[in-house]
């Protein structure tokens, strides 16, 4: 007995060390609270689950070729399928759907490394056809098991189209980047998810039409990389002949917010007249008058119809009604520059472009009635209001029936004043 009672604190103590060793503790990254994600039109979803000891090598289950994916035809047994799959072996990075070329695909996945412990997490997101809500979901391998650790469903999210895992802020994992068309209408949202600050969050990146490309980029070399956004100006039957246009956005410490945009030169010439109205607006009156030379004299670019003109069966008028208008602003813009010498010139240039008795000759009227109150008056603004009150008289539905009324996408005149507004 006395023999016993010695060994007794020894016995004890290895007790002690063996059950430490055994206690699971939490580790980052996890999730352990119900935080909103940082898109706030998103619901979040979460599974809390405990990851293995710091001490403990991580590992996922080992790799089975011959475990195949099934996926049901419904979505209540989708969460078990997809589980099931991993847990026994499957390759996460064939988690396909089972459907035929003409079925709609039900759900896209990845596999990829999105929260720097050197395991791959499973990014699986769903349809809303398949799944109502359409819904993404993030699965993570911890001691040779996988399981659910967030998922998010975010506001009208039609589906969520696995565009390309990237890395968006210094020092920080890769996020996964999902294209999500709207269940709704011709918009989409491209949405970033990963581990960010401590917890899996999903990040609106930016919103285009349909269709639309996304490009990441370091733009101003501060280690977060800006969003590049190539999309359509409308998508919508009252928007009209719509054209490309890039949007940035730039992370201002909460969220993406845009900063600028751009636009290539459209096909249409009422691309050009858009063009030229923006650069005056933005102080360069030579730029202004190059693209309005563009759409004065190039006969190769399509001229988009206004409504008038489509339902009364004057397409063909399109062209040189805008043309004509074209050389209207560039006389314009030169007499209000006090360059009357130079104005002169391109009213000469249109005189014979458009003669007496042709469409596009209106303008040739209201040019040489700028120019004669100009003589009269240096001032523009009494100048050109001659020649819109020869217009007004003489042709007064001109502007209104054939400029214009081209869809809200593009530059807009409703009233034969519009004409002279340079000021």
């Known amino acids: ?65 011959d475990t195949q994916f099934n996926v049901p035809v419904g979505s209540s047994e989708f969460e078990a399928s997809i589980l099931n799959y991993l847990n026994r ?79 968006i802020f210094p020092s920080e994992p890769s996020f996964v980047i999902i294209r999500a068309p709207h269940a709704a209408g011709w918009g989409q949202d491209f949405l970033a998810v990963g581990w960010h600050k401590s917890e899996w969050q999903i990040i609106n990146l930016a919103t285009g039409t349909t269709p639309s490309e996304i490009a990441l980029f370091d733009q101003d070399m501060d280690g977060i990389k ?38 290539p030169p459209g096909p249409d010439r009422v691309h050009y007249l858009e063009d030229a109205e923006t650069a005056w ?61 130079v104005a002169s010139q391109y009213i000469q240039e249109m005189s014979e472009t458009f003669p007496d008795g042709k469409p596009g000759n209106e303008f040739v009227l209201a040019a040489q009635e700028l120019a004669k109150g100009y003589e009269t008056d240096s001032a523009f603004s009494s100048a050109c209001a001659k020649a819109i009150h020869l217009l007004d008289t003489q042709h007064p539905d001109i502007v209104r029936n054939h400029l214009g009324d081209w869809g809200v996408a593009n530059p807009m005149f409703f009233a034969t004043s519009d004409i002279c507004k340079l000021e």
């Open 1 to 65: 007995m006395k023999h016993l009672n010695r060994s007794s604190p020894n016995i004890i103590v290895s007790f002690i060390i063996l059950m430490s060793a055994c206690t699971p503790a939490q580790v980052s990254p996890v999730e352990t609270n119900t935080a909103s994600a940082m898109v706030p039109t998103s619901t979040n979803t979460l599974t809390t689950t405990s990851f293995p000891t710091a001490s403990a090598k991580l590992i996922c289950p080992k790799l089975n070729p």
């Open 89 to 167: 072996g499957g390759d996460p990075t064939k988690i396909q759907p089972i459907t035929s070329p003409s079925e709609v695909l039900s759900f896209d996945s990845v596999s990829a490394d999105i929260d720097g412990d050197s395991l791959s997490e499973i990014v699986v997101s769903t349809r809303d056809l398949f799944e109502n809500p359409a819904t993404i979901r993030i699965y993570h391998c911890r001691q040779n098991d996988y399981r659910l650790t967030k998922s998010f469903t975010p506001q009208n999210m039609g589906f969520g189209i696995i565009e390309l895992v990237t890395e």
């Open 226 to 263: 800006e969003v590049f956004i190539e999309t359509k100006t409308a998508a919508t039957p009252g928007g009209g002949i719509s054209r490309v246009i890039i949007d940035t956005y730039s992370w201002d410490g909460k969220e993406f917010i845009p900063i600028g945009d751009a636009m």
């Open 281 to 341: 607006k933005q102080g360069n009156p030579l730029l202004a008058v190059a693209y309005y030379e563009i759409a004065a004299r190039d006969p190769v670019i399509s001229s988009y119809w206004t409504t008038y003109e489509i339902e009364h069966k004057q397409t063909e008028l399109a062209a040189p009604y805008q043309q004509a208008f074209a050389y209207f602003r560039i006389v314009a813009i030169w007499y209000y520059l006090d360059r009357p010498e």
